[in-house]
């Protein structure tokens, strides 16, 4: 079967540095989204990976590799508003994306 | 700026009634998924469309669900009947490219 796991909770304090791991196994793998979603809201788009290595972008930086099927999400500088659900999502072709069950990040003061 | 639309937000129906659920995705984007967000099940892939042409229902009870795009500025998804173990928020989402994609803000379907 085809499924991605990650924690299902992580907490942190504000202004630290958390690090959310993913781990995938699917039939087929063209790369690794990261979606923030807070509650009540929809999911919104962070980052993608299609090679090996470290993206980064502002404050949250993403990181693949494909040998091991893994991923994480970095978030540094946490601030509060950071606190809402991680999906890591694995594109495996044919536009069809797979999503992991989310992260749950609270952060607190 | 563009963003994904749906309609409607909030929807409460009785078992057994025809719920349909409409979506604009972002003009331009040629691709148009709908998803399903419970609790127990997290985010399920119902179907996509690439082209407006369906690529993929597999997620989709077929009995009860159908999903069409009738032309490329609307989506519809409809269940008939409706059941209780369908409430759930149901997500469109629609894209250039795969590894991105712009989601609504859903539709949140309560069914008694």
């Known amino acids: 079967g085809q499924s991605l796991e990650q924690p299902s909770e992580v907490t942190a304090v504000e202004g630290a540095i958390v690090q959310i791991n993913c781990t995938y196994q699917?039939?087929?793998?063209?790369?690794l989204s990261w979606y923030q979603q807070h509650d009540g809201g929809a999911p919104t788009f962070l980052s993608y990976?299609?090679?090996?290595g470290l993206e980064e972008t502002g404050r949250f930086s993403s990181f693949l590799s494909r040998s091991d099927s893994y991923g994480y999400l970095l978030l540094q500088e946490l601030q509060m508003k950071d606190s809402a659900s991680y999906f890591c999502a694995a594109y495996t072709g044919g536009f069809k994306t797979i999503f992991g069950a989310g992260t749950r990040l609270f952060v607190k003061a | 700026d563009a963003r994904v639309t749906q309609t409607p937000r909030h929807k409460v129906t009785e078992m057994g009634q025809e719920v349909t659920m409409r979506c604009q995705p972002i003009?331009?984007?040629?691709?148009v998924f709908w998803y399903r967000q419970t609790m127990m099940q997290g985010l399920e892939l119902l179907a996509y469309?690439?082209?407006?042409?369906?690529?993929?229902d597999s997620g989709m009870p077929k009995d009860r669900f159908s999903a069409e795009m009738p032309d490329a500025t609307l989506a519809t998804l409809k269940i008939q009947p409706s059941e209780p173990r369908d409430s759930a928020v149901y997500f469109c989402a629609s894209g250039l490219e795969e590894s991105e994609q712009f989601f609504g803000p859903g539709t949140r379907l309560t069914v008694l």
């Open positions: 469309f690439r082209n407006r042409a369906p690529l993929d």
């Open positions: 990976n299609a090679l090996d």
């Open positions: 699917t039939s087929g793998f063209y790369g």
């Open positions: 003009l331009g984007h040629n691709t």
